[in-house]
């Protein structure tokens, strides 16, 4: 048999409080986790963002690298002056073509 007595006025308000207050809290907690979520994901597209950049630069200092060992054979730098400044030896022609 199930007794059911009425609640006084002063149970109610405790009740009320104490379900506002889990109610408040719970709104904090989604609040932050949400928060927390939407860095989550702009931290993870800068990364990316960051790490395509990152490959972008050592394939660029991989081509610098080998252009210098190459600047260094003097035979390679004299017919890289000849194509690119258009210098030439004694004796040397130039002719130019476009």
Do not use: P
């Not at 990316?48 to 260094?72: I, R, T």
């Not at 054979?73 to 000849?82: M, N």
């Amino acid at each position: 048999m199930v007794i059911m007595h009425k609640k006084t006025k002063k149970e109610r308000k405790r009740i009320t409080l104490i379900i506002s207050t889990i109610i408040i809290l719970m709104s904090l907690l989604v609040g932050s986790v949400y928060k927390d979520w939407k860095q989550i994901l702009i931290n993870r597209k800068l990364e990316n963002e960051l790490n395509a950049k990152y490959a972008a630069l050592l394939d660029e200092e991989e081509k610098l690298n080998a252009e210098f060992v190459k600047l260094e054979d003097d035979t390679y730098l004299a017919r890289y002056a000849k194509e690119k400044y258009m210098l030439s030896s004694d004796g040397d022609t130039i002719i130019k073509m476009k």
